[in-house]
């Protein structure tokens, strides 16, 4: 293999529902321009995306370095000519209480339902459906994967419906007529929300993870009469221990970036559930405060990248 | 051990036959358990029976209740859509067509999902278009930094959420004038999916056999006749991926259309959806229903296509 060619990621980072196979690129050292496109040719192909890349991606995620620093407006006086008030923006988020609230309830969230919710209940049910027969395997797995693939504006309704005060089917089941889950537990209820929405990509991921380990360690350990406990502690974790770390990451950044919980409670009742996202459209599209509301998309934007970088490391390593 | 797990082993030992062991004081431990276990582990086939039972039933416990987990919300879209009367909570329908007469007869239900298709066709159209030709290109042709260019806009594009950035977005498209153009938005998304389309084909491309361009050219094809009539046919699978991924992508996106697109009579069904519910009074049930079913079937259908066709895990499945 070429060691002049830096290899590119296993995966796809980006947006389910894209699967985290191996992407394994040939090596790029046998390149011949067997088509004889050229290299003006070639450049003129290459450029219609760089554009719209460069326009539609790269541009805006450098102009909120600017922006941040603005009074920008959507309406009034700055908004025609929006003057530089330095890092005012960030000082005034900081001390924002409405600020810290999203950042806190951003960090429940991806904890809650990325971190526990949804690694927990991928891994528990990889781990019980490996051995399970084809009808009950393949019964859950439709039902998970439903979950995940299902637009976010219908899950969304599904949910109000499931939770509503009145005649919604959870208060039918458990008999507690009249309690408004929404309103009452905000959080819990987009915690289960995205628990529920989710699972699928960890059960993928742990679902292929764990072919990887040998049986015939796994059956050792058994017959040593280690407990199921031992047995993943021991056998199974040092084996999926990259798998593990993959998919913390992606779904923690996916979560942090996730709106749909717009959707459910549009941030309520009273901020109870106003995750940053939230936050960010709230203040910035519907209050029209965009020199504010810039400053805290470039935080996130740092957070994301912060993220990224960790996985992309993470990558290299499991490389060498 | 658990009380109860003890209490289930003493019982188990007392079916097959045999006294079961003293309950021991509180101090003792895990003692009094110790003679059926180790009868287990030497191969005494009634506590492996008793285990195995109780794992069956621990096991179909959970399946069940994760079945419930996930199949609750989903029972209402597949119920009040034919029930003559539907409520929040699903029942068995009384059933009737006539609910999706009053889709057809929303003057919003069917454009918005018209909408729909608008934007993912134009979306996937764009991405395959522009993410192929750039694509080959790469593929083919030795561009200095090639790799460290893909791995930069992979990196940025899982790291410029439309999320994390919509502040920029929607700032840009306002001073672009783009604001309630469907085209507008459709750049937007396809500047999204870009990166992860290009370095998906490059990889499609990359494992195709460089004889057949080369006999091609041989014959005098140009390189746009090699383009179409070579490298398109065998790369097939590769666009399929790219066109079904980035139109169940812009099928369910709800943010971009919602904050570019204020015009009733131009947003995509993801967006109608919600006013459905959050305008104005008593939702209307029959129509929510109808259209969340008639929404959800495309990205369904697509799924099984591409899970039949190629395997849910999409590089692996193809490449092997």
């Known amino acids: 293999m070429a060691a002049s060619t830096s290899p590119p990621p296993e995966s796809a980072l980006p947006a389910p529902p894209e699967s985290p196979a191996a992407l394994v690129s040939q090596s790029a050292a046998t390149v011949v321009d067997v088509a004889g496109l050229g290299r003006s040719r070639a450049t003129a192909f290459v450029a219609p995306a760089l554009a719209l890349i460069a326009v539609f991606l790269v541009f805006p995620a450098i102009w909120t370095l600017y922006l941040g620093i603005t009074d920008y407006r959507l309406t009034g006086r700055s908004a025609r000519a929006p003057e530089i008030v330095g890092l005012d923006n960030y000082t005034s988020a900081l001390s924002d209480p409405r600020f810290g609230n999203a950042l806190w309830l951003t960090l429940l969230f991806v904890f809650g339902s990325a971190i526990v919710g949804q690694t927990v209940l991928g891994f528990t049910l990889a781990w019980t459906l490996r051995t399970a027969g084809g009808w009950v395997r393949g019964l859950v797995e439709t039902l998970v994967l439903l979950a995940w693939i299902l637009p976010s504006s219908v899950v969304a309704f599904l949910w109000i419906a499931l939770l509503d005060r009145d005649d919604g089917t959870l208060n039918t089941l458990l008999g507690t007529g009249g309690t408004a889950w929404l309103v009452e537990h905000p959080m819990a209820s987009i915690i289960v929300f995205n628990t529920w929405r989710g699972t699928a990509f960890s059960l993928l991921l742990f679902g292929a993870a764990l072919g990887t380990v040998p049986p015939s360690q796994l059956e050792t350990a058994r017959m040593a009469g280690a407990s199921v406990l031992a047995q993943l502690r021991d056998v199974v974790f040092p084996h999926i221990r990259g798998h593990v770390l993959t998919n913390t990451l992606l779904i923690s950044l996916w979560t942090f970036n996730d709106f749909t919980p717009y959707l459910i409670t549009a941030g309520g009742p009273n901020r109870g559930s106003e995750i940053l996202p939230v936050y960010v459209y709230n203040v910035a599209i519907f209050d029209g405060q965009l020199g504010y509301g810039s400053a805290i998309s470039l935080l996130m934007l740092l957070v994301n990248l912060v993220i990224a970088l960790f996985y992309l490391r993470l990558l290299r390593e499991r490389r060498s | 051990m658990s009380e109860r797990e003890r209490s289930q082993r003493e019982r188990g030992a007392r079916r097959a036959g045999r006294p079961a062991a003293p309950r021991g004081g509180a101090g003792t431990g895990r003692a009094p358990a110790a003679p059926s276990e180790e009868r287990a582990l030497t191969g005494g086939s009634a506590g492996t029976t008793v285990r195995h039972a109780l794992g069956r039933i621990g096991f179909y416990t959970f399946v069940a209740v994760v079945t419930a987990f996930f199949a609750l919300p989903m029972l209402w879209l597949v119920a009040a859509p034919f029930d003559a ?185 993801a967006v109608v959806m919600r006013t459905f519910y959050t305008e104005g009074g008593q939702p209307n049930l029959a129509l929510i229903s109808t259209f969340s079913l008639v929404f959800s079937i495309p990205v369904v259908a697509m799924y099984l296509f591409v899970n039949r066709r190629y395997g849910f895990r999409f590089h692996g499945g193809i490449k092997a």
Do not use: H
């Open chain 2, 85 to 269: 009367t539907p409520g929040l909570t699903p029942s068995i329908p009384d059933f009737t067509m006539r609910n999706f007469r009053t889709l057809r007869d929303n003057p919003y239900a069917l454009a918005s999902l018209r909408n729909s298709i608008l934007l993912a066709l134009g979306t996937a159209a764009l991405a395959l278009l522009c993410g192929a030709l750039a694509a080959y290109s790469l593929s083919r042709v030795r561009i200095p930094g090639r790799d460290v260019l893909l791995y930069l806009l992979l990196l940025l594009s899982s790291i410029v959420t439309g999320t994390a950035a919509m502040v920029p977005i929607f700032l840009l498209m306002f001073q672009l004038d783009l604001i309630d153009s469907r085209a507008g938005v459709v750049l937007v998304l396809t500047g999204g999916l870009l990166p992860a389309a290009i370095f998906i084909l490059k990889d499609f491309m990359d494992s195709m056999p460089r004889s057949y361009e080369e006999s091609a050219r041989v014959f005098g094809a140009s390189p746009l006749q090699i383009l179409r009539d070579v490298v398109v046919p065998v790369t097939r699978p590769g666009l399929a991926t790219i066109a079904v991924w980035a139109v169940v992508n812009v099928w369910g996106n709800f943010l971009i259309p919602f904050i570019l697109l204020l015009n009733p009579d131009k947003q995509p069904a």
